[in-house]
């Protein structure tokens, strides 16, 4: 199948989170089943910083209402996957991907509307005619759309699938103000009583299947209270939605060859995770305590990670004899509060606001616990990095991570971390309380949960087998 896989970041290349993760091991995953698979995204600074790529075709130019747009197609090659990259500096040459760091962008609707019809034409002026034009997320909900009104002919058997990484962001904006939609009367249909229009509403209202990244999580879009409030929209695609559950690059996430570690080990020798240990909490300025219990929490600093119901109980937690470290860039509100707290416990609690690939190894490693309390979590990837490092992992059981965490309650023989259900303070701090005993008084069954942690395989090739069937059902027909 030849498929164009249409999405804003991608590891490596630019990356905020997990969607960057997806963006790369999927389409990598697919090529390996033999399929044709290009992605577009945008010519971020971050990547032409990195890399100066040369332009593939001559200067495209794209007619929205009175303006013109000029840009350019870069190319490079991801382990043997494409990557057309649109090059529109006055939209992309920005020092952040969404936002200056404290706010969105104001023309963000501008610029991603425009990426998801200069990702079509790129796909005609490379003349790849696509069977599923794969979109990720709001910032290229529009594409299902921006096809189905195509009037070239070009599309005329292509097929649009829209993955769902985050139900929660869905690029709402004031329609008045996206000139570049302007000639696109019709999406006047789509106008809340506000006027504002919505990205990933109607990338589902107009995409031939949507998927989420968990089975779990697309049941939880079905329902009212997970729906983030487009409850009527996924009940009325309901026979189209579907989830399939992202993998975990055993490749790059392996710690027994894992060049970011002072010292690589597997499940059948641990001495080396000790020492990973050692070194963070050296690295960090944690006392270098070896039976200390080490919770690492790594991740954006949002709301939908949890700090809602972590962040009044910190202080309650860090009385026992426990070390947490937090390493995570986001909402200056939560790092404050971080930072303030870290200072009353300096021996106890690290923060680093930081986003470094070599931590997040380390953190992985040198962790005994990783932390993922979430108030909603589409697939999450960190749970699964954490336990093929050995490190056990505490979550809330929401989404992808009651697909993926077995809870040592419910499954004593088959556990592999520890879950909790409401989304309060007090279940996230008995639930971290269940663990501490857990580790203090049955090291060697801790041990035991380690290594059936590290077994547990969620492979790129098993999500890209389900992708595959998911384009397959996206085809007409006959077909
Ligand atoms: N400070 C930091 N330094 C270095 N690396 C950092 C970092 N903070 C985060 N990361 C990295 O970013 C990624 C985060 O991935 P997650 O899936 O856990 O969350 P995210 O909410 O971004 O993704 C959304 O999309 C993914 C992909 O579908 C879903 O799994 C998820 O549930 C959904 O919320 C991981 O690779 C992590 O290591």
């Not at 006055?90 to 991603?112: M, V």
Request: include cysteine; proline fraction near 6%; charge should be negative.
């Amino acid at each position: 199948m030849k498929i164009l896989f249409v999405v804003s970041e991608v590891e490596d290349l630019a990356k905020t989170g997990g969607l960057a993760d997806v963006a790369k091991s999927l389409p990598i995953a697919l090529k390996a089943l033999g399929h044709d698979v290009r992605i577009v995204k945008p010519y971020y600074k971050q990547l032409a910083d990195k890399f100066k790529l040369p332009n593939l075709t001559d200067e495209q130019h794209l007619q929205a209402g009175d303006k013109e747009y000029r840009f350019n197609i870069k190319g490079l090659e991801l382990e043997t996957v494409p990557v057309y990259c649109i090059d529109y500096p006055e939209y992309f040459h920005r020092a952040g991907l969404y936002s200056d760091g404290y706010e969105a962008f104001g023309d963000n609707a501008e610029r991603f509307a425009f990426f998801s019809k200069a990702a079509l034409q790129a796909a005609v002026a490379i003349d790849f005619q696509p069977d599923v034009v794969h979109c990720n997320d709001w910032h290229t909900a529009l594409c299902p759309y921006f096809i189905k009104r195509d009037q070239s002919g070009f599309f005329a058997r292509t097929h649009t699938l829209l993955t769902i990484h985050n139900g929660a962001y869905q690029g709402v904006h004031r329609f008045a103000d996206i000139s570049f939609l302007r000639p696109h009367g019709e999406l006047a249909a789509q106008i809340d009583t506000h006027g504002n229009l919505n990205f990933l509403k109607t990338g589902i209202q107009f995409a031939d299947k949507i998927n989420a990244v968990s089975p779990n999580y697309a049941r939880e879009l079905l329902t009212p209270l997970g729906s983030h409030s487009l409850y009527h929209e996924f009940q009325h695609r309901a026979n189209d939605v579907s989830g399939i559950l992202n993998g975990c690059d055993y490749q790059q996430w392996d710690p027994a060859t894992d060049p970011h570690l002072p010292a690589n080990y597997t499940g059948e020798s641990l001495p080396g995770k000790g020492l990973c240990k050692q070194a963070l909490q050296k690295e960090v300025g944690l006392p270098e305590k070896p039976d200390v219990p080490l919770i690492g929490m790594l991740c954006r600093l949002t709301e939908q990670k949890g700090f809602g119901y972590l962040l009044p109980v910190l202080n309650q937690l860090l009385q026992h004899n426990v070390q947490l470290l937090v390493i995570g860039t986001g909402d200056p509100v939560i790092s404050d509060v971080l930072q303030f707290n870290a200072a009353q416990f300096p021996d106890k609690l690290v923060f680093r606001n930081d986003f470094s690939t070599r931590m997040a190894h380390l953190l992985e490693a040198g962790s005994d616990f990783f932390l993922m309390p979430s108030l909603f979590e589409p697939c999450g990837l960190n749970q699964m990095y954490s336990l093929a490092y050995g490190t056990i992992p505490i979550v809330r059981a929401v989404g992808g991570l009651r697909d993926t965490v077995l809870d040592l309650q419910t499954l004593p023989e088959q556990a592999t971390g520890f879950m909790f259900e409401a989304p309060d303070s007090s279940a996230l701090l008995n639930c971290v309380r269940r663990a501490m005993l857990f580790y203090y008084e049955y090291p060697e069954h801790f041990k035991q949960m380690q290594k059936r942690a590290m077994r547990q395989k969620f492979t790129w090739y098993d999500a890209a087998l389900n992708y595959q069937a998911l384009y397959q059902h996206c085809q007409p027909m006959d077909n």
